[in-house]
C-alpha cells in the first residue's frame, strides 16, 4: 500500500510518494523509495503495488525507453501491450505513475495509458486523498511542491497505509 501523487503546474512537474511499506496491517518499513528518476534522470516514475512487480516492470519501461527515445507515450504503450498480453507479465501487481518534462502517464496491469486531464493524478490505497486534496489546493496554491507535500499530508493522515515520509523529484516542464 502507498500513495504516489504528481502535480504538473506552474512550468514543473512534482511526483511525490510516502515511505510507508505494509504487509497487511503491519508497518515493514517506513522509509521506502517509492519515487525514482530513470534514463539519466529525464523521467521519473512512481510506483504501488508489489515492490518486486514493480521493479520489473521500471527495467521493462527503461527498456522501452532505450528503444523508443524521446517517446515516452510510445514506450508507455508498448509496456502496457507487453504487461496486458504476456502470460507472465500479466500476473505482476502494481501501478506506476510516469513523466518527463511534458507529459505524464499512469499504468496499469489491465492495459491502461491514462494521460490526466488536469495534470494531477495519483496512485495507491492513499491515492483518491491526495488527488482531492490537490484538485482542492490548487486554485490557492501557486508552488506546486507546496501543493503535493500539502495534498500529501492530508492524505497521510486520513489513510492508514500511508506515512509522512515523502520522496520527492521534479522536472521542469
Not at 499512469?106 to 490505497?125: F, H, Y
Amino acid at each position: 500500500m502507498t500513495t504516489i501523487l504528481t502535480v504538473r503546474k506552474n512550468g514543473k512537474v512534482i511526483v511525490i510518494g510516502d515511505g510507508q511499506v505494509s504487509a497487511g496491517n503491519t508497518v515493514m518499513k517506513s522509509s521506502a523509495r517509492k519515487v525514482r528518476r530513470i534514463i539519466g534522470g529525464s523521467v521519473i516514475i512512481g510506483f504501488a503495488g508489489a515492490t518486486a512487480d514493480a521493479f520489473a516492470l521500471m527495467e521493462r519501461l527503461e527498456a522501452k525507453l532505450e528503444q523508443y527515445p524521446t517517446q515516452l507515450a510510445r514506450a508507455c504503450v508498448e509496456l502496457a501491450k507487453d504487461w496486458r498480453t504476456d502470460k507472465v507479465l500479466r500476473q505482476l501487481q502494481a501501478m506506476m505513475i510516469v513523466v518527463d518534462k511534458s507529459e505524464t502517464f499512469v499504468l496499469t496491469g489491465n492495459g491502461d495509458v491514462v494521460e490526466p486531464d488536469d495534470g494531477v493524478t495519483a496512485i495507491g490505497s492513499g491515492g483518491n486523498y491526495a488527488l482531492a486534496a490537490a484538485r482542492a489546493l490548487e486554485p490557492y496554491e501557486k508552488d506546486p511542491e507546496k501543493l503535493a507535500r500539502r495534498a500529501m499530508k492530508i492524505a497521510a493522515d486520513i489513510c492508514v497505509f500511508t506515512n509522512d515520509n515523502f520522496v520527492v523529484e521534479s522536472l521542469d516542464a
